[in-house]
Nanobody, 117 residues
Framework: VQLQASGGGLVQAGASLRLACAASGPRFNAYAITWFRHTPTNEREFVATYGYYADSVKGRFTISRDIAKNTVYLQMDRLKPDDTAVYFC?????????????????WGKGTLVTVSS
């Protein structure tokens, strides 16, 4: 499975962005897809998977999936400067709530989101 995130950009605090994770390869729709981010301090943070969100984004971010397009989206609303990071997606058979890999086997390239104050 190959993954590629897109949709990042430079926005002001309070704005919205929708990221897309496009995938190619067999069985994509059978995998659990998870969003992560690399912060400016180079820490990898869990962001969201289906039905479970990091506390820092809960209520502001929403994950969804378009099976026909082999794409998973991350709708990000009310963005804050602390959301500035490189966002990327990963796929695995099951999401496991345990760092560092959270059960993910395939990792994609990221897209930069910069939120100005």
């Amino acid at each position: 499975v190959q993954l590629q995130a897109s949709g990042g950009g430079l926005v002001q605090a309070g704005a919205s962005l929708r990221l897309a994770c496009a995938a190619s390869g067999p069985r994509f729709n059978a995998y659990a897809i998870t969003w992560f981010r690399h912060t400016p301090t180079n820490e990898r943070e869990f962001v969201a998977t289906y039905g479970y969100y990091a506390d820092s984004v809960k209520g502001r971010f929403t994950i969804s999936r378009d099976i026909a397009k082999n794409t998973v989206y991350l709708q990000m609303d009310r963005l804050k400067p602390d959301d500035t990071a490189v966002y990327f997606c990963a796929a695995g058979d099951h999401f496991i709530n345990k760092p560092p890999d959270y059960g993910m086997d395939f990792w994609g390239k990221g897209t930069l989101v910069t939120v100005s104050s």
